[in-house]
């Protein structure tokens, strides 16, 4: 079958670095996405990985482990503006996404 | 470029009704896809339109349809609404074709069924 799991809610402080991890199982795999999505808006689109290793975007980093099923999303510099919630996504077959339920981050003063 | 817009933003609608959802895809996209977001959730993949024909579902009954246009605008439909419909109905379009095809979302419409 096919699962995605990522913890509800972490908080950390400005300035600090999170990692918010990420697991799936799934028979067919065709890229790990993660989006951000602040409350009452559009998820929008930060990092896609489909082979395993490291892809940094500026404060942004995602991992990717596909003999794992293992992914994470890096924030560092933590600022005010990125508590939002977390979204993990894979994509087995055609544009399709099936999505955890978000990683709740809280950034605090 | 545009994004996606979608409208309405918010209805309320009551039990049994039906509704109609409208997207319009981002400039230059011609697949469309729908989300269904609970509160607190991640979003719930309910179909794809792709060339005017419906190109994968998920888990969700025949009440939930779908029409896609020749300008790649697409409307969701919902009949005999029920309480556990009230959610965030996201609207994405992407690219069909070989990389990544990022899905670049709207920014919902919250339906509140009473």
């Known amino acids: 079958g096919q699962n995605i799991d990522q913890p509800t809610e972490m908080t950390a402080t400005e300035g600090a670095i999170v990692q918010i991890n990420c697991t799936y199982q799934?028979?067919?795999?065709?890229?790990l996405f993660w989006y951000q999505q602040h409350a009452g808006e559009a998820p929008t689109f930060l990092s896609y990985?489909?082979?395993?290793g490291l892809e940094e975007k500026g404060r942004f980093s995602s991992f990717l482990s596909r003999s794992k099923g293992y992914s994470y999303l890096l924030l560092k510099e933590l600022q005010m503006k990125d508590s939002a919630s977390y979204l993990c996504a894979f994509k087995a077959a055609g544009n399709k996404l099936t999505f955890g339920g978000g990683t709740r981050v809280l950034v605090k003063p | 470029e545009t994004g996606v817009t979608q409208s309405p933003t918010h209805l309320i609608k009551t039990r049994g009704q039906q509704v109609t959802l409208r997207c319009s895809s981002q400039?230059?996209?011609?697949?469309v896809s729908w989300y269904q977001q609970a509160l607190g959730q991640g979003p719930q993949f309910i179909f794809q339109?792709?060339?005017?024909?419906?190109?994968g579902r998920g888990n969700f009954p025949p009440r939930f349809s779908g029409l896609q246009f020749p300008n790649y605008s697409s409307e969701l439909n919902v009949n005999a609404l029920e309480l556990d419909d009230s959610a965030l109905y996201l609207c994405?379009?992407?690219?069909?074709?070989?990389?990544?095809?990022?899905?670049?979302f709207g920014a919902g419409s919250r339906l509140t069924v009473l």
């Open positions: 990985n489909v082979l395993d």
């Open positions: 339109y792709y060339r005017e024909e419906e190109n």
């Open positions: 799934t028979s067919g795999f065709n890229g």
């Open positions: 994405a379009s992407s690219l069909e074709g070989w990389g990544a095809n990022v899905l670049t």
């Open positions: 400039s230059g996209h011609n697949t």
